[in-house]
Nanobody
Framework: QVQLVESGGGLVQPGGSLTLSCAAS????????VRWYRQAPGKERELVAT????????DYADSVKGRFTCFRDNAKNTVYLRVDSLKPEDTAVYYC??????????WGQGTQVTVSS
């Protein structure tokens, strides 16, 4: 079955960096775009990054542009989100998402990122 497993979150000081990973299985990974979302307490889930099938095109929310970098390794069925210059407002659970077709959306369990001094 389709599985997405995020990892790499943690507690980091403002200005710090992390690399989040999303390992995929159960589908032909290289044929699908992948998205990263985040959800902070009391807020709606927010799209932060999109990467196309080959990784040649990425798109970012304005709030993270220039600080977050999304890339993928199709040989490892993994997509990454490098998060730099972290701010307290980046604190959230980060999820990866894939849509295989209309109505077939899959999410990972999420990884917590906490930015605090």
């Amino acid at each position: 079955q389709v599985q997405l497993v995020e990892s790499g979150g943690g507690l980091v000081q403002p200005g710090g960096s992390l690399t989040l990973s999303c390992a995929a299985s159960g589908f032909f990974f290289s044929s699908y775009a992948v998205r990263w979302y985040r959800q902070a307490p009391g807020k709606e889930r927010e799209l932060v990054a999109t990467i196309t099938t080959t990784g040649s095109i990425t798109d970012y929310a304005d709030s993270v542009k220039g600080r977050f970098t999304c890339f993928r390794d199709n040989a490892k069925n993994t997509v990454y989100l490098r998060v730099d210059s972290l701010k307290p407002e980046d604190t959230a659970v980060y999820y990866c998402h894939v849509r295989l077709s209309l109505g077939y959306d899959y999410w990972g369990q999420g990884t917590q990122v906490t930015v605090s001094s």
